[in-house]
């Protein structure tokens, strides 16, 4: 990259003499046709897509020392020429050392892309730094994962800022960082505003009650998301029913996930009464709180007078034979569910042969 650098235009006052111009300039097509072809020899190494799925590439970490050079280079034509051939739906860059340095240069480089990419920058060490970085090829972008890069409420600002005005941009996921209450109040405008966003991941990170009921209010006003994860968080009960509250009427989320969250009776309360009005939420998550038998009538009363929900996670939680008997009881009102998730809760093994023999849509 240092090579790359010296032979950019922009240093081309270093070499005074002619002749030392016209030698730069030999090196800079031989380092520019040697970059372009490395590059798409990297793509033709990308296998096809299988059975409807996206094609996805996982990029080597030599693959980001390339976009290095070319940024160096400082030549958007070579960055074009770079990418012309990338026709990929997801792009990943797992594990890759990427900060703040290499963000910028993946900008100039991406932002070349003919078509949207999800672009996933999963345990690399983005922080808010590199979002700033990342914001000249967001609009390239139609997903973008930021799992695990140490990023704080300051980053989601800049990120929904531009967000709000991509087109493309509709998925984010920044579970495993450092969010507070406080970036819910950007998401919620992300939501009131943004008409085609699709999903929101912000499992494990610090949001409580406060932070769901802010989130809750952008969701009244969206029908376009089908995607909320909000798992490893401490939203308690008040969370949950806000969030309940907000999805009542809702005409587009198709799978909440709140595991571990802290959610009790009255919470599930809550959940299991909008159960009863959606009809279009199709998965709920529900594993790791503290749901007991008593919350289980209220969810087989919901579950009765729903036609939309399939699955349906109870796991480890604090649940007997007594609250599954309420669920089974309301199975054989319910068409719908195809599985219910109860493992790890307090059954024996003879009652768990038992319910199965009874009822093959519980998942132990």
Same mark, same amino acid.
């Given at each position: 990259?240092?090579?790359?650098?010296?032979?950019?235009?922009?240093?081309?006052?270093?070499?005074?003499?002619?002749?030392?111009?016209?030698?730069?300039?030999?090196?800079? *097509?031989?380092?520019?046709?040697?970059?372009?072809?490395?590059? +798409?020899?990297?793509?033709?190494?990308?296998?096809?897509?299988?059975?409807?799925?996206?094609?996805?590439?996982?990029?080597?970490?030599?693959?980001?020392?390339? =976009?290095?050079?070319?940024?160096?280079?400082?030549?958007?034509? +070579?960055?074009?020429?770079?990418?012309?051939?990338?026709?990929?739906?997801?792009?990943? +860059?797992?594990?890759?050392? =990427?900060?703040?340095?290499?963000?910028?240069?993946?900008?100039?480089? $991406?932002?070349?892309?003919?078509?949207?990419?999800?672009?996933?920058?999963?345990?690399?060490? /983005?922080?808010?730094?590199?979002?700033?970085?990342?914001?000249?090829? $967001?609009?390239?972008?139609?997903?973008?994962?930021?799992?695990?890069? @140490?990023?704080?409420?300051?980053?989601?600002?800049? $990120?929904?800022?531009?967000?709000?005005?991509?087109?493309?941009?509709? *998925? =984010?996921?920044?579970?495993?960082?450092?969010?507070?209450?406080?970036?819910?109040?950007?998401?919620?405008?992300?939501?009131?505003?943004?008409?085609?966003?699709?999903?929101?991941?912000?499992?494990?990170?610090?949001?409580?009650?406060?932070?769901?009921?802010?989130?809750?209010?952008?969701?009244?006003?969206? @029908?376009?998301?089908?995607?909320?994860?909000?798992?490893?968080? *401490?939203?308690?009960?008040?969370?949950?029913?806000?969030?309940?509250?907000?999805?009542?009427? @809702?005409?587009?989320?198709?799978?909440?996930?709140? /595991?571990?969250?802290?959610?009790?009776?009255?919470?599930?309360?809550?959940?299991?009464?909008?159960?009863?009005? @959606?009809?279009?939420?199709?998965?709920?998550?529900?594993?790791?709180?503290?749901?007991?038998?008593?919350?289980?009538?209220?969810?087989?009363?919901?579950?009765?007078?729903?036609?939309? +929900?399939?699955?349906?996670?109870?796991?480890?939680?604090?649940?007997?034979?007594?609250?599954?008997?309420? =669920?089974?009881?309301?199975?054989?009102?319910?068409?719908?569910?195809?599985?219910?998730?109860?493992?790890?809760?307090?059954?024996?093994?003879?009652?768990?042969?038992?319910?199965?023999?009874?009822?093959?849509?519980?998942?132990?």
């Amino acid at each position: 990259s240092f090579v790359s650098g010296l032979l950019s235009c922009r240093h081309r006052n270093l070499m005074g003499k002619t002749s030392l111009v016209r030698r730069r300039s030999k090196k800079y *097509k031989l380092v520019k046709k040697c970059l372009v072809k490395s590059i +798409l020899k990297h793509f033709l190494s990308i296998p096809p897509a299988f059975g409807g799925e996206k094609k996805s590439m996982h990029a080597l970490p030599e693959f980001v020392w390339w =976009i290095k050079c070319i940024y160096e280079m400082q030549d958007s034509d +070579l960055a074009k020429q770079a990418v012309r051939r990338l026709e990929v739906d997801h792009l990943k +860059l797992t594990y890759c050392g =990427i900060g703040p340095v290499e963000c910028t240069a993946l900008a100039y480089v $991406l932002k070349h892309l003919k078509n949207p990419v999800g672009l996933q920058l999963d345990y690399n060490s /983005v922080g808010d730094l590199g979002i700033e970085q990342l914001i000249p090829c $967001l609009d390239i972008c139609q997903s973008i994962y930021l799992r695990g890069n @140490n990023i704080s409420d300051q980053g989601v600002s800049k $990120l929904v800022e531009r967000a709000l005005d991509s087109c493309n941009l509709q *998925k =984010i996921a920044l579970y495993h960082n450092n969010l507070t209450d406080a970036c819910t109040q950007n998401f919620a405008k992300l939501l009131k505003h943004k008409d085609n966003f699709l999903a929101l991941r912000l499992g494990n990170n610090h949001l409580s009650a406060s932070g769901a009921e802010v989130l809750a209010e952008g969701l009244k006003q969206n @029908n376009s998301i089908q995607y909320l994860g909000l798992w490893g968080n *401490k939203i308690g009960d008040a969370g949950a029913c806000a969030l309940a509250a907000a999805l009542e009427n @809702n005409t587009s989320m198709l799978w909440l996930s709140l /595991v571990g969250n802290n959610v009790g009776s009255h919470g599930a309360r809550a959940l299991a009464s909008m159960l009863k009005k @959606n009809t279009i939420l199709e998965e709920l998550c529900l594993q790791e709180n503290n749901l007991v038998d008593e919350d289980m009538l209220h969810f087989a009363e919901g579950l009765q007078n729903n036609s939309s +929900l399939k699955v349906l996670k109870l796991a480890n939680n604090r649940i007997s034979r007594k609250g599954l008997e309420f =669920i089974i009881k309301s199975l054989k009102h319910n068409v719908t569910i195809t599985s219910v998730w109860v493992g790890g809760n307090h059954v024996t093994a003879e009652e768990i042969e038992h319910m199965t023999r009874v009822e093959r849509r519980l998942a132990f």
